[in-house]
């Protein structure tokens, strides 16, 4: 920004003579350097018994920006424009620290682990020894436990204006599940509109891995109603059905014929409500589905893609899992605190979970998700913004 010149008859000089190019120049100077964020880091900057929690802010040069604190490293904010050029913060979740500590299974923005998704009767048998975890969702053991990677303290490795590496040892035996694992977790916000995450884990005794994010998104802006109005299209020729707990049957069944087609696309709140046998014990989709996969090793693929027509915004979602979870907040209800004082109505954002499948270790037709001493577990996800007009 421009030094102001401390003397007032040269600026009203200035403005007698007419130098409004230069004012008009230095004006947008100051539009392009504005912070989206509404948050104050203050709320976030606390030294807890496990470390020290932060506040983050990435942005690009496109003006796409995300706040992030390494509290569940978990994601604030994330501003992306719409076809006019307005700037939405598109993602839920609190304006500070207490909420999210307060918040119990509240997974807002937050990476998830050690398994993600659900696992029957919270338990799993791995070379003969059957392993208890804790039965935090009716029967079942949901995403690890309830202390699980979105409510733990992760060490930062390094952090810039682009990029944020994180770091969390999870020790054997915590919640139940075996081996010392070591968890590197990468964000990074690209000059390509692409919000990047990748995992990277190491064990030092066999164990189960399943990690993803749990970024609840709302392209007309985060509390600005229900997601009814997304556009969404899935590249999978299968989905994985569940019985009344939300537990895979083991079934890889078609889409072909059912609401859960979505190879070509459709609103999510076209066919939410059918008298549809899956979505009547879900509420609404809150299902795994298969990816039409070309590449089996770690190359990202897409996945998914969602559009609001009214305004243009569109996620793409790449990934080098088998899976992705769509969750359409059917157990959300209006009742949540969140930022802005704002109200997340049932349904109020979509969820795509990259992920292997859920229960699978239960599951013996599912693809594998056990790690051995001296692999590496690696997962790439990429949400991809852009606008359509």
């Given at each position: 920004m421009k030094t102001l010149v401390n003397f007032m008859g040269m600026a009203l000089l200035a403005f007698a003579c007419g130098t409004s190019s230069e004012n008009t120049k230095q004006q947008t100077n100051e539009k392009s350097e504005q912070m989206h964020s509404k948050l104050d880091p203050k709320k976030f900057e606390r030294t807890l018994p496990e470390g020290d929690v932060r506040f983050f802010l990435l942005k690009n040069k496109n003006r796409l920006e995300m706040t992030v604190t390494n509290y569940g490293g978990r994601i604030l904010e994330l501003f992306t424009p719409d076809k006019d050029g307005n700037f939405e913060d598109i993602n839920l979740g609190f304006d500070n620290l207490d909420d999210y500590m307060e918040a119990g299974g509240g997974y807002?923005?937050?990476p998830i682990g050690r398994y993600g998704n659900r696992i029957a009767n919270a338990q799993f048998t791995l070379d003969g020894k059957t392993y208890q975890l804790e039965a935090n969702n009716g029967p079942n053991n949901l995403h690890g436990w309830p202390g699980g990677y979105h409510a733990v303290v992760w060490e930062v490795l390094e952090s810039s204006d682009q990029l944020l590496k994180l770091k969390y040892i999870s020790a054997d035996g915590q919640a139940g599940f075996p081996g010392n694992l070591t968890v590197i977790m990468t964000y990074e916000l690209t000059d390509d509109n692409e919000f990047k995450i990748g995992y990277e884990a190491e064990t030092d005794q066999k164990t189960i891995v399943n990690l993803t994010h749990h970024g609840f998104y709302n392209l007309n802006g985060h509390g600005n109603?229900?997601?009814?109005?997304?556009?969404?299209?899935?590249?999978?020729?299968?989905?994985?059905p569940v019985n009344e707990v939300l537990?895979?049957?083991?079934?890889?069944?078609?889409?072909?014929?059912?609401p859960m087609d979505f190879r070509t696309p459709h609103l999510v709140g076209d066919r939410i409500d059918d008298d549809y046998p899956q979505l009547k014990i879900a509420g609404g989709y809150d299902h795994n589905w298969v990816l039409n996969k070309k590449d089996t090793g770690n190359k990202p693929e897409l996945a998914a893609t969602v559009v609001v027509p009214e305004n243009g915004r569109k996620m793409e979602v790449f990934t080098s899992q088998p899976g992705v979870q769509i969750y359409t907040g059917n157990f959300m209800n209006g009742q949540s605190k969140s930022k802005e004082g704002k109200i997340y109505e049932k349904r109020g954002a979509i969820c795509l979970e990259t992920q292997h499948f859920p229960d699978s270790p239960n599951q013996p037709n599912f693809p594998s998700v056990v790690l051995n001493p001296g692999e590496t577990y690696q997962h790439v996800c990429i949400y991809k913004f852009s606008v359509e007009p």
């Open positions: 807002f923005g937050a109603g229900n997601v009814h109005n997304h556009l969404l299209t899935l590249n999978a020729d299968y989905f994985t537990i895979p049957t083991g079934e890889i069944a078609p889409v072909a014929g059912t």
